[in-house]
C-alpha cells in the first residue's frame, strides 16, 4: 500500500464483490465460478483493506440494473483522513445524478465550498 500511494493519492474500489442478495440467503456461496466457503470470504474487498490500517470510508455509488444500491470503498494513506473525508464528499456530490432514490438526493442539496488549504495550497472541498 506504501508504494502505491507514493503514485496515487486514493485508493478507490467496490465495497463488496456481489450486489445485495435476498435476507433469507446467509452469505453468497459462490462468486464468478469461485465457491465461498464462509461469510467471510465473499468479503475478501473489505477486510483486505482494513487490515492495512489506512482511513477507508464507504460511500454510495449508484444501483444495479435492478434498483439494487452498491458502493465503494475509498482509501488513503496513512495519515490522511481530512483528504479521504474530501475526496469522498466530492465523490458523493459528483455521483450524485447516478443515484436513482430521491430520498438519497440531500447531499447534492448541500453546497459545496472550495478554498485553498493554506498549509500546501491544495484546494479543499467543504
Same mark, same amino acid.
Given at each position: %500500500? ?13 465495497? +463488496? ?11 453468497? &456461496? ?5 465457491? %465461498?466457503?464462509?461469510?467471510? $470470504?465473499? %468479503?475478501? +474487498? ?19 440494473? $435492478? ?12 495519515? *490522511? $483522513?481530512? /483528504? ?5 464528499? *466530492? ?12 430520498? *438519497?438526493?440531500?447531499? /447534492? $442539496? /448541500? ?7 493554506? +498549509?500546501?495550497? *491544495? &484546494?479543499?472541498? &467543504?
Amino acid at each position: %500500500m506504501r508504494q502505491f500511494f507514493t503514485e496515487h493519492d486514493v485508493l478507490i474500489l467496490p465495497v +463488496s464483490q456481489v450486489p445485495p442478495f435476498p435476507v433469507e440467503q446467509e452469505f453468497p &456461496t459462490e462468486i464468478n465460478g469461485e465457491p %465461498m466457503a464462509s461469510y467471510l $470470504d465473499w %468479503m475478501r +474487498s473489505a477486510y483486505f483493506i482494513t487490515v492495512t490500517g489506512c482511513p477507508a470510508i464507504s460511500v454510495p455509488a449508484g444501483t444495479t440494473p $435492478d434498483g439494487l444500491p452498491v458502493g465503494v470503498q475509498i482509501v488513503a494513506p496513512h495519515g *490522511a $483522513d481530512l /483528504r479521504l473525508l474530501q475526496v469522498a464528499r *466530492a465523490f458523493e456530490w459528483l455521483r450524485e445524478p447516478l443515484i436513482r432514490d430521491p430520498r *438519497a438526493r440531500s447531499a /447534492r $442539496d /448541500r453546497p459545496i465550498s472550495r478554498q485553498k488549504m493554506p +498549509s500546501s495550497g *491544495a &484546494t479543499q472541498v &467543504t
